[in-house]
């Protein structure tokens, strides 16, 4: 089964040393009264939960599953339990708004929570997550009324969430979706319909699930602008917030899947069910765009919880393995053989697991500070830089992160050589558990287009700009020191190399906008090893400086050796691809496949 030990050490520096959280919080009036000690109490105390009750829940539930029968799904032994722990300690809470029963706290403290809890139990994890994108979404767009009947409920954790997007013929392409919503006499909508590949679409674990469902309005304009967003409730809530009775939606079965076994992923029939509209007619994309984002922000901390995961275990595997001699010489000499740690592959992978886990770390906390800006900063232009940058960001912590994930969690299996493909070891569940991340919440190919499409080349580069003059600066305000030449100056050379292939790439895209197809993932790709190279050159220039404290300070910095040594390279071989254009896709015809 293995472990899970919290990086709570690594956590606090990209917290306290790197990011400097309380001095930014204290800019922000809702948040003004966080300190350090209270903020690393509630990290040290969600550790404690992810490591002692869902983790041991982790590969049981795997191996169990969730049982569907005659619409009811019932969850893997432990789950309903540990599910009203979480409750109980007042968790899915954590950043919901104190005038909903929240604890008002920041979203980059959720955040911390939410990577400890993917490390120990993704699947798990995945219930209380979804719950929290629908608050979210009706926070933002619902009315006084769906926000009084709704939100305490989610936000205590009483209720749970769902997003209904997906149907039977269309993924993606959501202009394509035939959900019907018929208005009535009392303000409701009738909705009918059929979504799948609902992940928490029916369980029983909550007392009701709280349903956002896109459907077309009569006589709605074709494709995605007619399209509206309604609350459809398992159970018609009472006036006084009790359950009250069933409505007319279902789970129809749920699906057999590669990895998440214990989660619901789930066939939703919807049959006359009474729902009510969210935000504006027609503008649904819109409103449900608030949770879709969150979830794909979600998405990126679930890779980063896995790649810890798989690196922790995999290190500890190789500490203790004895095979074979090193090749410079016997390091253990009282046994039979030398740990696997010593051989070089293994170094790299695990280097490799340890560089993406620290660099999506500070990535991700530094995004999660930035959505703090965008919600609570009292100044206007403050809070749309934030938005710009965290919009700008969103697909390559969605991608980038779950990419790398799907890679280093294949090094765990293989540092475990044999033992990684055998399912009693649990490194073969990460894998599994990985691959959907590169798949839901818009693929990391539809990723890339909004990406290069729509972040960048629709704003002629202004957003991505804004993000190389922060890198600019940094360069600028470090180049002069020797010391960190070996950091600032790849750094600045990817930056360039990103302008000058952005720019070449807007200048095919305007004679065929096939270009942009072509070159997106792996632009993609260079500019998330861009936006790691800023973070691990912020962490490296802190090593430096305090690296005769002690040895944490000097395997981050050996961390950040070998990762602008290492994987940075692969840059080139992605800017060719990106430049080879769309020429020797287009000529291989249809009808040749």
């Not at 959280?21 to 922000?28: G, I």
Request: aromatic letters at 8%.
């Amino acid at each position: 089964m293995g472990s899970y030990v919290p990086p709570l050490r690594d956590m606090q520096f990209v917290l306290h040393e790197m990011l400097d959280v309380e001095s930014t919080l204290k800019t922000l009036p809702a948040h003004a009264d966080l300190d350090v000690d209270t903020i690393n109490a509630v990290i040290e105390e969600a550790g404690k939960f992810a490591s002692d009750v869902i983790f041991p829940l982790n590969q049981s539930g795997d191996q169990e599953g969730c049982h569907w029968n005659d619409t009811v799904v019932t969850t893997p032994k432990g789950y309903k339990e540990a599910y009203k722990q979480y409750v109980e300690a007042g968790w899915p809470a954590l950043s919901c708004d104190p005038e909903y029963g929240g604890q008002g706290l920041p979203v980059s403290l959720n955040n911390v929570l939410y990577e400890m809890l993917n490390s120990a139990n993704i699947a798990w994890t995945m219930y209380p997550g979804l719950s929290h994108g629908a608050y979210e979404a009706l926070h933002a767009h619902g009315t006084d009324e769906l926000k009084n009947k709704y939100l305490g409920k989610l936000a205590t954790g009483e209720w749970t969430g769902t997003m209904c997007l997906t149907e039977p013929h269309c993924g993606t392409d959501l202009g394509l979706l035939r959900t019907k919503a018929e208005p009535q006499a009392d303000g409701s909508y009738s909705i009918t319909g059929t979504k799948i590949f609902i992940s928490s679409g029916e369980h029983d674990m909550a007392d009701n699930i709280i349903h956002l469902v896109l459907a077309r309005l009569p006589e709605s304009a074709k494709g995605t602008k007619g399209i509206s967003l309604f609350v459809v409730p398992k159970f018609l809530p009472n006036d006084d917030g009790s359950v009250g009775a069933r409505n007319p939606v279902s789970c129809g079965s749920i699906e057999h899947k590669m990895g998440i076994h214990s989660n619901s992923t789930c066939v939703i029939n919807l049959d006359g069910a009474a729902g009510w509209l969210v935000g504006e007619p027609h503008k649904g994309l819109q409103a449900m765009f608030v949770m879709m984002n969150a979830a794909r922000l979600g998405v990126g901390m679930q890779g980063l919880g896995l790649t810890e995961i798989s690196y922790q275990n995999a290190r500890n595997y190789a500490k203790d393995r004895l095979q074979m001699r090193s090749l410079s010489g016997t390091k253990a000499p009282t046994k039979e053989a030398d740990p696997i740690l010593v051989h070089p592959d293994v170094r790299r992978m695990l280097l490799t697991q340890r560089a993406y886990a620290e660099g999506a770390r500070a990535f991700t906390y530094w995004i999660a500070l930035e959505i703090d800006k965008e919600l609570s900063h009292p100044d206007e232009a403050v809070r749309a830089e934030a938005a710009d940058m965290v919009a700008l960001l969103t697909p390559i912590i969605k991608a980038f992160i779950t990419d790398n994930a799907f890679e280093c969690t294949n090094h765990g299996v293989q540092v475990y050589g044999g033992h990684g493909f055998i399912a009693e070891w649990g490194m073969e569940q990460y894998v599994r558990d990985a691959r959907i991340t590169q798949i839901y919440e818009g693929t990391n190919g539809v990723q890339a287009l909004d990406l290069l499409g729509r972040k960048i080349l629709s704003d002629m580069g202004a957003k991505m700009k804004a993000f190389g003059a922060i890198v600019r600066a940094f360069v600028e305000d470090n180049g002069i020191d020797m010391n960190m030449q070996e950091f600032v100056n790849p750094l600045g050379d990817i930056a360039v190399k990103v302008e000058k292939l952005t720019m070449e790439i807007g200048m095919k895209a305007m004679a065929n906008q096939d270009e942009v197809g072509a070159a997106s993932v792996p632009y993609q790709r260079v500019v998330g090893h861009l936006v790691f190279s800023y973070f691990w050159a912020r962490m490296a220039k802190i090593a430096l400086e305090k690296q005769n404290q002690d040895d944490f300070y000097k395997a981050k910095l050996a961390t950040a050796r070998f990762y602008f040594a290492k994987l940075l390279p692969e840059t080139a071989g992605y800017i060719r691809q990106a430049r080879a254009g769309n020429a020797s896709l287009a000529e291989m015809q249809d009808d040749w496949f």
